[in-house]
């Protein structure tokens, strides 16, 4: 479904000094008419996040603001439409809108993106990437992919990311950590250069 006035479908929860921030491809059309991410009933999203110990109890989706008292995020790569992946309009997770993400994330700086599919991660990184956290980063932030949650996706749903990424985020200051230049690629510099 594509959304015409071109206003986002769910407002991006970012502010600066995330701990984490997690990407979708587009919002769902239950997510969409809700006005909620991530709030097909049988999304695993929540559930996940508290059990691996993201959140002190499970939210409801209409709770998705309060993810920010945790220090973390919410965005996607396509903020004006909304669907299954295979239905999004052409072009709809592109070139434009992975540039546009990458200026967001390098604008706030939090210190892990993590996309929430296998989907996702590949349109924003390119096609040999797999689960977990990868070598490319935007500015100092680092890059995760993990298991979708969607309902659709149960084919390739394994949580044992989840609380990878889970124990990673509690390690500590995370953004404070100086990355080796030789390991890691910085999308916001590659993203600008194609402007």
Partial sequence: MKNTSKS???PDLLRPHLK???CGTAAGTVS???GHYYAH???KFWKTLHSVGLTPRRLD???FRKLLDWGIGLTDIAKTVCGMDKELPKGSLGELACRDLAARIGKFRPGILAFTSLTAGRRFLGSGI????QDQMIASTRIWVLPSPSPTAQ???DEKWWRRLAERVGEGELRQETPSPAKTKDL???SKGRS
């Fill in 61 to 63: 989706p209409s709770e």
């Fill in 41 to 43: 009933p049988h999304n």
């Fill in 20 to 22: 984490l921030v997690f």
């Fill in 155 to 157: 084919w390739n749903w």
């Fill in 130 to 133: 797999t689960f977990g956290e």
């Fill in 32 to 34: 969409a008419a809700a």
């Fill in 8 to 10: 986002h479908l769910l």
């Fill in 188 to 190: 916001l510099a590659l």
